[in-house]
């Protein structure tokens, strides 16, 4: 993130579209794919990270996943999101948790009315263990993943203030900002199990079922077994053409684009657990070796061996 906010320092008066181009060029010159940004993403401090974010209708943002935990308070934009295999419409005041190692991503950029915008919050491993390990009963980093929505509730302002709070303290580096930071993080935490435990915020529900829905859950259970274009048209009679042109328009990338993607996150976990790469690559549903090891490279800039011994 450090790396990111030195790129997109821009002179004033430029424009948002000329201000994207340029953000895209010097990331390209830095050896970085713009679409691919998110897959590169690394924590700065070995505690919390916690900035602001804003994307636009020309933002691409493919499907990806994190080796710490992910926070987001919306603060503006209506858009659907993509956790795991269920789509949520997203609005003002929504927070948005994403455990580590969960596929997820922003759906339809290109159609924004306004700007999305929100607070982010990095938690470390490291600070999650200590923090479970601290208090093991109050369940402030929960396993699985979760939306929550406080928009017309006591606790809208509330967090919100606490997200805002901690960005502020980031980003001004006073002295002792970093402590500042961490606790900023447990009382966020706190507030936010409260909210969910209480009987003002509510966790709306997933968007109603559609094709595209039904196609998620089938490559996510089938991940490791031989899925082509054609056997999935007909598994949902429909034609192949049907299926492309579904994730082209609604996901941006090919049918066979993303059932990678979600294979290499599957692998990047198995990577973690220290699993050779030669049996990852047949679990995670790859015909051989050199085509995972090749597709990894492609999707990530670094090898799958290099992406074991950073994360070790």
């Known amino acids: 993130m450090s790396q990111m906010r030195a790129l997109t320092d ?3 008066g430029v424009s948002a579209a000329q201000m994207r181009s340029l953000i895209d060029e010097r990331l390209r010159a830095a ?13 700065d401090s070995p505690y919390v990270d916690t900035h602001d974010d804003v994307s636009r209708t020309m933002d691409t943002v493919n499907l990806h996943s994190h080796t710490f935990y992910e926070l987001l308070f919306v603060r503006g934009g209506s858009l659907q999101y993509l956790l795991d295999t269920r789509r949520y419409r997203l609005q003002a005041g929504d927070i948005v948790f994403i455990p580590p190692n969960t596929s997820h991503r922003p759906l339809f950029l290109d159609k924004l009315v306004e700007p999305y915008s929100r607070f982010v919050l990095w938690v470390s491993p490291l600070y999650a263990g200590q923090l479970n390990e601290a208090f093991p009963q109050d369940g402030l980093l ?3 993943a979760f939306v929550l929505r406080t928009a017309a509730t006591p606790w809208q302002e509330t967090l919100g ?18 402590a500042a930071v961490c606790g900023n993080t447990l009382r966020l935490l706190v507030q936010t199990a409260r909210a969910r435990a209480g009987e003002h915020a509510l966790r709306p529900q997933a ?12 490559i996510e259970n089938h991940l490791q077994d031989r899925i082509t274009l054609a056997d999935t048209a007909r598994r949902f009679l429909v034609s192949e053409s049907s299926v492309n042109q579904l994730f082209r328009k609604r996901m941006k990338v090919s049918f ?18 220290g699993l050779p790469a030669e049996q990852i690559s047949a679990r995670v549903g790859f015909g051989d070796y050199s085509s995972f090891y090749r597709a990894f490279k492609r999707e990530y ?12």
């Open 10 to 12: 821009t002179p004033p």
């Open 207 to 218: 968007e109603r079922q559609e094709l595209l829905d039904a196609l998620l859950v089938y």
């Open 301 to 312: 800039g670094i090898s799958p061996a290099e992406y074991r011994r950073l994360q070790e």
């Open 256 to 273: 066979y684009r993303f059932v990678t993607q979600r294979r290499l996150i599957a692998a990047k976990v198995l990577l973690q657990d």
């Open 142 to 144: 929960p396993a699985e």
């Open 31 to 43: 050896g970085h794919d713009p679409s691919a940004l998110y897959q590169e993403l690394e924590m």
């Open 161 to 178: 203030a606490l997200f805002r709070a901690g960005v502020q303290e980031s980003y001004n580096h006073a002295p002792g900002w970093q």
